[in-house]
């Protein structure tokens, strides 16, 4: 079920500034209080993955991105309520990475059930196009990783054959994550579970930037 837009959203999000990026692109430098390795979530949702990342990992720093506002306002009330100190939030659609970020400072992109966009014409919006892997190549550090869940075949085959033509070594593919060895450190996000719950099968490829 999409999320309802919310009255009086753009009111509700000051109350979470703090949480908010507002300049890009951005400073890792300056925008975190540590120089912690930088993680990247496009499309975090109401922030499930996200946050749980962060509390297991407090070493490293995290962006969630999710232009929905109203659903990016679940996250920012998930970050205070949790006291979460690692997590920083921008509120838009991603259109270009390379006008967001600086060249090889992020470490990590995950894409978790991504909007297959299936119609050919649509191809240039799908995170795992080639106008998409052409920036995250150029802001992923050397060894930097690109995860992908997603329980759409298409996207999965689709991505599977340009994560290759663009940088991206195939580091693991799994049809099913329930049979392979990537479940073992798995964290689950909504979407996740609700297909699970309907018996679909979910897809995993881990590329690693040349």
């Known amino acids: ?3 309802r837009k919310i009255k009086d959203i753009e009111e509700r999000l000051k ?3 703090q949480y908010i990026i507002k300049e890009l692109p951005l400073d890792a430098l300056t925008t975190f209080p540590s120089d912690n390795p930088l993680f990247l979530e496009i499309g975090c949702g109401k922030g499930r993955f996200l946050s749980s990342m ?5 070493e490293r720093n995290y962006i969630g ?3 929905n506002e109203s659903v990016a306002l679940r996250v920012l009330e998930k970050l205070e309520r949790d006291e979460i100190t690692n997590v920083l939030i921008i509120p838009q659609v991603m259109k270009d990475p390379v006008s967001w970020f600086q060249k090889s400072s992020i470490s990590g992109i995950y894409l978790n059930f991504p ?9 240039k919006r799908r995170l795992t196009s080639p106008f998409f892997l052409k920036g995250f190549y150029q802001i992923l550090l050397e060894k930097g990783f690109i995860e992908l869940k997603t329980d759409n075949d298409s996207l999965f085959d689709y991505s599977v054959k340009t994560l290759p033509q663009y940088g991206f070594k195939i580091a693991e593919a799994a049809l099913d994550m329930e049979k392979s060895c990537c479940i073992d450190n798995n964290i689950p996000t909504e979407y996740e579970n609700k297909f699970k719950e309907k018996g679909l099968k979910i897809h995993y490829l881990k590329g690693e930037r040349d």
């Open 1 to 3: 079920m999409r999320q």
């Open 15 to 17: 109350a979470f500034q």
């Open 54 to 58: 962060a509390k297991l990992n407090p």
């Open 65 to 67: 991105v999710e232009g």
């Open 115 to 123: 909007d297959p966009w299936p119609k050919d014409r649509h191809e």
